[in-house]
T-cell receptor, first 109, second 117 residues
Framework: KNEVEQSPQNLTAQEGEFITINCSYS?????LHWLQQHPGGGIVSLFM???GKKKHGRLIATINIQEKHSSLHITASHPRDSAVYIC???????????FGEGTQLTVNP | GAGVSQSPSNKVTEKGKDVELRCDPI?????LYWYRQSLGQGLEFLIY????????KSGLPSDRFSAERTGGSVSTLTIQRTQQEDSAVYLC???????????????FGQGTRLTVV
């Protein structure tokens, strides 16, 4: 079992739909990151969370430390949101990030 | 520069040759990370530099892999005697600070796509 698991692995939505991507982890963490990777391979950091909820534009990220679970929500999805979304956690010792395998999101017009 | 810069963006090499991948982190960022993403796989940690401390090399897959960071800035990842399984996208990231208690955002480069033929 991976330390970081994401679901779903693949998600196809219609433009305008509300999207949720989930991340569960099994280790103690000091922070959780949501990353976006576009087809060209570049990675952009969307959020870094250690508690509660953050919002940036149409993106919302939440984390429940007790349940070891985080969700990334996209409201009013758009085709340009199509990308791989990756959850990564930073443990309580050391500095490395441990990554989930990513969720491939495709938003159709 | 404004972001993390990696070069080359693409590298094709013959099996058995050595390659060097370069990362220029964001100016002032003391923490620098190398990750690898093989085709169809998730991201894998390779090595971490923090200031002048000894690097965390625990993710390097074999002794053919090494990395250095000169002057606390530019880093070079070297792969000796490349094998086909080394083919992957190699990503560099930097952050203002690192360490278990320092949760600062990591900024990623565009990566170097290495193909070993």
């Amino acid at each position: 079992k991976n330390e970081v698991e994401q679901s779903p692995q693949n998600l196809t939505a219609q433009e305008g739909e509300f999207i949720t991507i989930n991340c569960s982890y099994s280790v103690g963490i000091s922070a959780l990151h949501w990353l976006q990777q576009h087809p060209g391979g570049g990675i952009v950091s969307l959020f870094m969370l250690s508690s509660g909820k953050k919002k940036h534009g149409r993106l919302i990220a939440t984390i429940n430390i007790q349940e070891k679970h985080s969700s990334l929500h996209i409201t009013a999805s758009h085709p340009r949101d199509s990308a791989v979304y990756i959850c990564a956690v930073k443990g309580t010792s050391g500095s490395r990030l441990t990554f989930g395998e990513g969720t491939q999101l495709t938003v159709n017009p | 520069g404004a972001g993390v810069s990696q070069s080359p963006s693409n590298k094709v090499t013959e099996k058995g040759k050595d390659v060097e991948l370069r990362c220029d982190p964001i100016s002032g960022h003391t923490a620098l990370y190398w990750y690898r993403q093989s085709l169809g796989q998730g991201l894998e940690f390779l090595i971490y530099f923090q200031g002048n401390s000894a690097p965390d090399k625990s993710g390097l897959p074999s002794d053919r892999f090494s990395a250095e960071r000169t002057g606390g800035s530019v880093s070079t990842l070297t792969i000796q005697r490349t094998q086909q399984e080394d083919s992957a996208v190699y990503l560099c990231a930097s952050s203002l600070q690192g360490g278990a208690l320092m949760n600062t955002e990591a900024f990623f480069g565009q990566g170097t796509r290495l193909t070993v033929v």
